[in-house]
């Protein structure tokens, strides 16, 4: 059974930043691609940026040049740095794999705000 935990969420000031963690259980993880989705108010979940196995990274456009996604497959952890934050970045947070989400976990909410 796989599980998601995502933390590291909280409130900024514009232009602040957060490091979102996402601890994964089961083994399962460590060979697939992962990736961060987030969910604004009355939006869409859109996924913002995933990393291969390998350590490839995507990033949405929104978001390019600001965040990082990186893995630590040993620690099974996936994380979102995440820079010059803007108040459009504000929604609930997720991990899960790519391009098939399939284990929600029960997010983490940023909200950027002065």
Request: one cysteine or more; glycine letters at 10%.
């Given at each position: 059974?796989?599980?998601?935990?995502?933390?590291?969420?909280?409130?900024?000031?514009?232009?602040?930043?957060?490091?979102?963690?996402?601890?994964?259980?089961?083994?399962?993880?460590?060979?697939?691609?992962?990736?961060?989705?987030?969910?604004?108010?009355?939006?869409?979940?859109?996924?913002?940026?995933?990393?291969?196995?390998?350590?490839?990274?995507n990033y949405a456009d929104s978001v390019k040049g600001r965040?990082?996604?990186?893995?630590?497959?040993?620690?099974?952890?996936?994380?979102?740095?995440?820079?010059?934050?803007?108040?459009?970045?504000?929604?609930?947070?997720?991990?899960?794999?790519?391009?098939?989400?399939?284990?929600?976990?029960?997010?983490?909410?940023?909200?950027?705000?002065?």
């Open positions: 059974q796989v599980q998601l935990v995502e933390s590291g969420g909280g409130l900024v000031q514009p232009g602040g930043s957060l490091r979102l963690s996402c601890a994964a259980s089961g083994s399962t993880l460590r060979i697939a691609a992962m990736g961060w989705y987030r969910q604004a108010p009355g939006k869409q979940r859109e996924l913002v940026a995933s990393i291969t196995i390998r350590g490839s990274t965040f990082t996604i990186s893995r630590d497959n040993a620690q099974n952890t996936v994380y979102l740095q995440m820079n010059s934050l803007k108040p459009e970045d504000t929604a609930v947070y997720y991990c899960d794999t790519v391009p098939v989400p399939s284990y929600w976990g029960q997010g983490t909410q940023v909200t950027v705000s002065s």
